[in-house]
């Protein structure tokens, strides 16, 4: 059974840091795309950040070089770390993972989701 816990979240001013962190169990394939997603009130979820099997990234525009994606294969958790956090980041914030060998598919098709953590930027 997959598990995926994400942490980190919590209230911020604009400008600071957070880092989220997404705790992965039960994962059996060799390869996965990576995601963080987001959701804020009356917006459909969208992608944040995401991180393929070849350890490419790729990134919402409006988060380029303030977050980045990583994960650590050891302890089999994905990570966001967020600078200058703008109140427009405000949101639930999802990490994501499905099987795939080639890049990472569209949101729809993540097979794996956590429950979300809550940023607050104000």
């Known amino acids: 059974q997959v598990q995926l816990v994400e942490s980190g979240g919590g209230s911020v001013r604009p400008g600071g840091s957070l880092r989220l962190s997404c705790a992965a169990s039960?994962?059996?394939?060799?390869?996965?795309?990576l995601g963080w997603f987001r959701q804020a009130p009356g917006k459909e979820r969208r992608y944040v950040a995401r991180l393929d099997y070849f350890g490419l990234t790729s990134y919402l525009d409006s988060v380029k070089g303030r977050f980045t994606i990583s994960k650590d294969g050891a302890k089999n958790t994905l990570y966001l770390q967020m600078n200058s956090l703008r109140p427009d980041d405000t949101a639930v914030y999802y990490c994501?993972?499905?099987?795939?060998?080639?890049?990472?598919?569209?949101?729809?098709?993540?097979?794996?989701w956590g429950k979300g953590t809550q940023v607050t930027v104000s």
């Open positions: 994501a993972a499905t099987p795939s060998w080639l890049g990472c598919p569209p949101i729809d098709e993540f097979q794996f």
């Open positions: 039960g994962l059996t394939s060799a390869a996965y795309c």
